[in-house]
């Protein structure tokens, strides 16, 4: 027991000033703290851990956060760069890129944006970098890095003189592939580069190396001029106002803000779909807006690291609270001392100023431990966000950890310095002092303890229940079965390169090789195909817009769309897709042949029921067909497979119209390659193989679709597993708090209970009676956490119209579990009450 606060204000030390005073006790207070927590080793240690958890996984997500969200980009006055973005729900496009056309209406008449830059993403082959290789590129014009604001690393960017198609091809290499791929070789400037797309090739020479900056709409690895893409040269691109391939970048004029740049494109994009009714139709509603870059960058990793934070939060409520039960239940224990303290004189302010000490002794070495926990956890997060955001591939650990870490220990320390009630200095109305010296729980400290274990609880569930939710959708992703088979099937890309073959010899060197791989041993088929499963959803989600020969008039009401797939025969028997009716492509379905295709069983019986559709004619109708290189001939049904939706996890609903390959326009492939032997081990062989037919053919990105569709599922498994470990984490925490709640009501209760055992109460009516408290204290917390959870959710919902809110299955099993682990907590205080000595109760006086 300390008194050194008795008659504190008559030893203060003339001429300091307050401050200073209240330092100087306030250190003193901290070696008495020291010494008293000292003899409590095991308090100390379980509070230090359980705050470490709660602070340590705050410090490293606010960290990712800060680096991820809040940290500017390098690109020069940042809050004046906007990404322009037009929509067509109609057409189930939420971001529609822009063609030439649309961005020359719109660009000629903006006053609140000064200048527009453009981006389009290509993938060329590139010859200079040793073998052959497929590249991801982007397209700009010369005004486009005067735009983004950004800066060379090395050499220069592009700009105006790099402008029109008499220009000499120019590239810039991204800092991240000049280091990576190029060791930050200083001598690539002036290095010529042979990129091919679309068949032809150009050349472009290396002018310089960008600053490391955040690659947005795409990852790429060089950044060229127009010149050195022919197809953006070419009359379809040039001209065309449905061939939308361009992201559109603009900086805010002096005096113009967001609001009014969004308000005058509106009007300006009224306009213009306006005067093109035949493009912008009503039904697909066409839609135009604009936001910062910044926002754009961030839209994917806001809502789920936000919501990370959010959960790092409730578990620090349920650390704090299980600490503030602890502190609490230590008070009860030392109230004869603040009682004795108040009595002779001490101050409440002096008596609070020492348990802040305690507080900040307990909470430092929490924090101290929770820094260092953040130190380890801050590396895993950043790869964890990487998933989401680009921004977190190069985050560093600073000093955002060791401030957010002790200003989470110095608002616990606080907290928990004004959890306990004080005694009064007159002990007839304070707390008082039993005759043996010990003292009793008042309510008081009785109702705190359980509104701590309550929010504990509470807290528990909306973790719980949200960790349910991406559980459940986990589960749902699993279990959902593809339609054709994954795992002895290998994919690999054929990407398209300009080594001055014709088309026709492209696709026939494709037939070949899978002719080809085919033949090898342990093979049993193998087939050419668009594009892989899954791995490019967006593309094979997109579709075209098709017709019933001899009914156009409703088709045309009807508004059919169709996603497309160009496939060589085999492709049906590779992957396993039934054939319901009619037959596979064969090697005579060429590109002189008649047109045929295989619809799927969603268009047979949408646009046949009860008739045959074999034999039926449809034709493309989409305008966007003469972009492409697509016919709009008639093509006859030769077949009909089974629905299959290569795009989705969860196969949804679709109609896919099957063209040979041989008769569709070439923009690569996948090779798709089916066997009962190691798949991985067939690599090197098929990769020769195909050599053997075209020499500089890349083969890139092998894997088997199981593997393919595991990565799909990569973000939903790591994201249960996150949440699924805080939820955890407090739920164990909250179990403690449960059962040290019922603890240290049994031990207050000892004596009522030897009274009710000396007039004949039975254990078992002991027991159940403590273990339907503990259910009790569950029941009002999940009840809290369900009535908080709904009220947040709709608050959140004003500002996340997408979040998704938890069913009943999760909402049930989280109540459930709670439920479970507040019985289970309850057992040992329970027993302990049952077994309690009657003759020992009636003497705990």
């Not at 010529?192 to 090739?201: C, E």
């Not at 559980?471 to 959902?480: F, V």
Request: some cysteine; hydrophobic content about 45%; overall charge positive.
């Amino acid at each position: 027991m300390t008194t050194n606060t008795v008659g504190e204000s008559e030893r203060k030390p003339p001429g300091i000033t307050y401050p200073l005073r209240y330092a100087a006790a306030l250190l003193g207070d901290l070696r008495v703290a020291f010494r008293s927590l000292a003899r409590v080793p095991v308090l100390w240690a379980t509070v230090a851990l359980t705050l470490a958890l709660g602070i340590g996984a705050n410090a490293a997500i606010f960290s990712v956060v800060r680096g991820v969200l809040l940290r500017p980009l390098v690109n020069r006055d940042e809050d004046r760069l906007i990404y322009v973005q037009q929509s067509a729900p109609g057409m189930q496009v939420d971001n529609a890129s822009f063609s030439i056309p649309e961005i020359t209406d719109i660009g000629a008449h903006l006053k609140t944006i000064s200048k527009i830059g453009t981006f389009s993403t290509v993938d060329f082959s590139a010859e200079g970098f040793g073998e052959t290789r497929e590249i991801h590129a982007g397209v700009v014009d010369g005004d486009y890095f005067e735009v983004m604001g950004l800066k060379p690393a090395l050499g220069r960017l592009l700009d105006t003189r790099d402008d029109g198609p008499k220009a000499a091809g120019a590239a810039v290499l991204t800092y991240k592939f000049w280091v990576t791929a190029l060791h930050a070789d200083p001598n690539v400037l002036g290095k010529v580069l042979r990129l091919g797309s679309m068949m032809q090739a150009r050349s472009a020479t290396i002018v310089g190396v960008l600053e490391p900056s955040i690659p947005y709409p795409a990852d790429t690895e060089i950044i060229a001029n127009i010149v050195t893409s022919p197809h953006h040269l070419s009359a379809t691109m040039v001209q065309g106002r449905e061939h939308r391939m361009t992201d559109v970048f603009g900086r805010l004029a002096p005096g113009a803000n967001l609001k009014s740049a969004r308000a005058e494109l509106q009007t300006v994009y009224a306009t213009m779909t306006a005067a093109h009714p035949e493009v912008y139709k009503p039904q697909y509603h066409f839609q135009i807006s604009a936001r910062l870059l910044r926002d754009q960058i961030n839209e994917e990793a806001r809502i789920i690291l936000w919501l990370l934070l959010g959960a790092a939060g409730v578990l620090f409520v349920v650390a704090c609270s299980n600490v503030a039960n602890l502190i609490l239940a230590r008070t009860v224990r030392r109230e004869s001392e603040l009682a004795i303290r108040a009595a002779l004189g001490g101050s409440s302010g002096a008596i609070r100023r020492s348990l802040l000490a305690e507080g900040l002794v307990l909470c430092g070495s929490g924090g101290a431990a929770g820094v260092m926990i953040a130190v380890q956890m801050f590396s895993v997060l950043a790869r964890y966000a990487l998933r989401f955001s680009v921004r977190a591939a190069d985050l560093t650990l600073d000093f955002s950890v060791i401030w957010t870490g002790l200003a989470l220990s110095l608002a616990a320390a606080v907290f928990l310095a004004f959890v306990p009630r004080l005694p009064s200095g007159d002990t007839s109305r304070g707390l008082g002092l039993t005759s043996g010296g010990t003292s009793r729980a008042t309510g008081s400290s009785r109702r705190r303890i359980r509104v701590f274990t309550i929010t504990q609880i509470a807290a528990s569930f909306l973790l719980l229940a949200s960790a349910g939710v991406l559980l459940k959708t986990l589960l749902t992703l699993q279990k959902a079965q593809p339609a054709f088979e994954t795992t002895h099937v290998l994919v690999a890309n054929l990407p398209l390169i300009s080594d001055g073959r014709t088309p026709e010899q492209v696709a026939q060197s494709y037939q070949e090789a899978q002719r080809s791989v085919s033949a090898l041993p342990g093979v049993e088929s193998a087939a050419v195909g668009m594009m892989a499963p899954w791995r490019d959803s967006g593309f094979l989600k997109f579709t075209l817009q098709f017709a019933v020969e001899g009914r156009e008039s409703e088709s045309s009401k009807e508004d059919l769309r169709a996603r497309f797939r160009f496939v060589s025969p085999g492709y049906v028997t590779t992957l396993g897709i039934p054939l319901l009716e009619g037959r596979d492509f064969t090697d005579a379905d060429r590109k002189e042949a008649e047109p045929v295709v295989i619809v799927s069983k969603s268009i047979a019986q949408q646009l046949f029921p009860g008739q045959d559709a074999l034999n039926r004619h449809i034709k493309w109708t989409d305008p966007l067909i003469k972009y492409a290189d697509i016919s709009p001939a008639p093509r006859r049904i030769v077949g009909v497979l089974a629905d299959v939706d290569d795009a989705n996890i969860i196969p949804q609903h679709n109609m896919t119209v099957y063209t040979p390959f041989a008769q569709g326009p070439i923009f690569g492939a996948c090779l798709l390659v089916r066997a009962k032997s190691d798949l991985y081990a067939l690599v090197p062989t098929i990769t020769k193989t195909i050599r053997a037919v075209a020499a500089t053919q890349p083969v890139e990105h092998a894997s088997t679709l199981e593997d393919v569709r595991t990565e799909v599922l990569a973000n939903n498994r790591v994201n249960a597993i996150v949440f699924g470990g805080f939820a955890a984490l407090a739920l164990a925490i909250s179990v403690v708090g449960v059962a040290g709640v019922l603890a240290f009501s049994v031990s207050w209760r000892t004596r009522e209970f030897g009274i009710r055992f000396a007039l004949g109460a039975q254990p078992r009516r002991i027991l159940g009676g403590v273990v339907i408290d503990g259910a009790v204290i569950a029941a009002i917390g999940v009840t809290a956490g369900a009535l908080v959870g709904w009220g947040l959710s709709r608050l959140a919902g004003n500002y996340v119209p997408q979040l998704q809110l938890p069913g009943p299955i999760p909402l049930i099993g989280s109540a459930a579990v709670i439920f479970t682990s507040a019985i289970l907590a309850s057992m040992v205080p329970a027993v302990r009450a049952a077994r309690v000595d009657t003759v020992q109760a009636l003497r705990a006086e």
